[in-house]
């Protein structure tokens, strides 16, 4: 129990501590304040609420330091933290104890504000959440009894980041002024990005021999990660989800292949001399230029802008999933193909189909070519004049009326088990007089296989 005792004019306390030790806390002007004092304590011990005030005085920075070092996290996101906490975090709090911290809510508010006036928004959101990260780990750690940084005002709430979709005619002719800048790389890597939906830091790693030519699809395990200049390929994606297969539609394995036999280095996007791109590099040199046009330019088709300030982000996923999400592909599919999660009980039950895989890759293929027929001949001249395979593949698309896939993916089509070559002949010649009774429709998307559709 505790117990006062008078020390000059003033009086202490003591109680004991949790682990048996006594605590004492001094200055208290009568008896009776140092009693109430410490039967405070010795109820929150009793109710395991209690928090040594001792803790509460350590420093702010102290502490900051020792979650950062302590936390794991990936060398990008090391290195933004990092960033967090000298330019923002640390001038402002490094020498405040963690307790004034606790009791100066007011003091939160107004740095808070002071953000607002030198960043945008995201960027001052992004670092508060930080912050409230560090002092929730101090709540969890028993130095403060409470985060102060819970409900504070970041942001208006009504902020919504503009995105832009492009368009798959706006899509190819940035491909294409970017073969006219970086050459077949550029023309691939532009439509690789559109048609995929993958990264730039799980498309810049892409090897020739990690294709899969059977289901003509490209594996995104090791993303490449790019921080302050040094680039490094990781072990593992950025989530467990995105690991995954990522088909092509056939236009687009034709190119990719083509690519592939031509590439004489490790990796298959790379600059002249076979080295990994750099983001930043590539954005300023070539990326901005294709679709924001170069007013300045002896040929005429570079100068206007396509779609001005569109990220490789957005001309990519944005673009993707907009585009699946317009031609009705079931949301389980969109999102294993971006590596994205399913929310709620479809990630539980909802399962991707080779149905559905088929339909995502025909509505790809048909947007590719409708953007083909949206360049003017001109512009068609100078696509297949770059790219000769494409042309080939067009026409034979057009003469078709049917999206032509190559005869490499045909093995992989055929079921294992189809029998003699007498009972396929009675099948199909069954088949052909149901179809003739009127008694089934088909569909006839799939050169290599006929659905049958009661």
């Not at 504070?152 to 006219?180: F, I, K």
């Not at 957005?314 to 317009?326: D, F, P, V």
């Amino acid at each position: 129990m505790a117990y006062a005792e008078q020390r000059g004019k003033k009086w202490r306390v003591k109680y004991k501590k949790p682990n048996g030790s006594w605590a004492s806390e001094s200055g208290f002007e009568t008896k009776k304040a140092a009693l109430a004092w410490g039967g405070d304590q010795e109820t929150d011990i009793r109710r395991h609420t209690w928090i040594d005030p001792a803790h509460a005085e350590e420093r702010f920075g102290t502490f900051a330091e020792r979650v950062f070092t302590k936390a794991r996290l990936a060398i990008n996101t090391r290195a933004k933290y990092r960033s967090y906490l000298d330019r923002h975090i640390l001038p402002q709090w490094e020498d405040y104890p963690l307790g004034a911290i606790f009791n100066d809510y007011q003091e939160i508010e107004g740095w808070v504000k002071d953000l607002h006036e030198e960043l945008t928004e995201p960027s001052v959101a992004s670092i508060f959440a930080y912050f409230s990260r560090i002092l929730e780990v101090a709540v969890k750690d028993r130095k403060i009894p409470a985060n102060p940084a819970r409900g504070v005002r970041v942001t208006s709430g009504e902020y919504v980041g503009e995105r832009q979709v492009a368009t798959p005619a706006q899509s190819l002719r940035a491909a294409m002024r970017l073969h006219h800048t970086f050459g077949s790389c550029g023309l691939v890597l532009a439509l690789m990005n559109a048609y995929t939906g993958a990264r730039w830091s799980e498309l810049v790693v892409l090897r020739p021999h990690d294709y899969d030519e059977v289901n003509r699809a490209i594996p995104v395990r090791t993303p490449l990660r790019e921080v302050a200049g040094a680039m490094e390929v990781a072990k593992k994606p950025k989530t467990p989800a995105g690991k995954r297969w990522v088909q092509l539609p056939p236009f687009l394995d034709r190119l990719y292949t083509q690519l592939i036999q031509v590439c004489e280095h490790e990796y298959l996007f790379t600059g002249p001399q076979g080295g990994l791109l750099r983001r930043g590099n590539f954005r300023q040199r070539f990326w901005r230029p294709a679709w924001d046009g170069v007013p300045v330019s002896e040929l005429s088709w570079l100068r206007g802008p396509l779609l001005a300030g569109i990220t490789f982000n957005e001309a990519g996923r944005h673009t993707q999933r907009t585009w699946l999400a317009e031609e009705n592909v079931p949301e389980v599919a969109r999102a294993a193909r971006l590596g994205h999660t399913v929310v709620g009980m479809g990630r539980v039950y909802e399962h991707v189909t080779p149905e559905m895989e088929r339909r995502v890759r025909s509505v790809l293929e048909s947007r590719w070519a409708r953007s083909v027929g949206a360049l003017t001949p001109r512009e068609r001249d100078r696509l297949f004049g770059r790219a000769p395979i494409l042309q080939e593949h067009y026409r034979g698309d057009s003469e078709s009326g049917l999206p032509k896939e190559p005869a490499s993916g045909m093995a992989s089509r055929i079921p294992p088990t189809t029998g003699t070559g007498d009972t396929r002949k009675a099948r199909s010649e069954d088949l052909a007089l149901r179809l003739t009774c009127g008694r089934y429709r088909t569909r006839t998307c799939d050169p290599y296989r006929v659905e049958v559709v009661l």
